[in-house]
Nanobody
């Protein structure tokens, strides 16, 4: 059974930093591309960041470019999202997702492209 478990969310002030973690189990982590999305009430899941299964290729949503960094540690089956210069509009539930892409290193930016999802961790940024 595949499980993705996010952690690291919390309440912070604007301008602060936060690092989210997502630990995967039940799958061959090193063979899966990983993504971070965020969800706010009444809105579609928004692509935040993604990292390929090999070569460390990354992509980011326009609203977080230059502020967020995605990375992975295959030895720990973990993907990270380092968030800096946080803004109130970054407030959301952050979800981790996994995608088996075969040899493809393309970063999928739509939720429909991912096979597995975590439950999410809440990030709240106060002004």
């Amino acid at each position: 059974q595949v499980q993705l478990v996010e952690s690291g969310g919390g309440l912070v002030q604007a301008g602060d930093s936060l690092r989210l973690s997502c630990v995967a189990s039940g799958l061959t982590f090193s063979a899966h591309a990983m993504g971070w999305f965020r969800r706010t009430p009444g809105k579609r899941r928004e692509f935040v960041a993604g990292i390929s299964w090999t070569r460390g290729i990354t992509d980011y949503g326009d609203s977080v470019k230059g502020r967020f960094t995605v990375s992975r540690d295959n030895a720990k089956n973990t993907v990270y999202l380092q968030m800096s210069s946080l803004k109130p509009e970054d407030t959301a539930v952050y979800l981790c997702a996994a995608r088996f892409a075969g040899p493809n290193t393309f970063i999928e930016t739509t939720p429909e492209g991912y096979n597995y999802w975590g439950q999410g961790t809440q990030v709240t940024v106060s002004s």
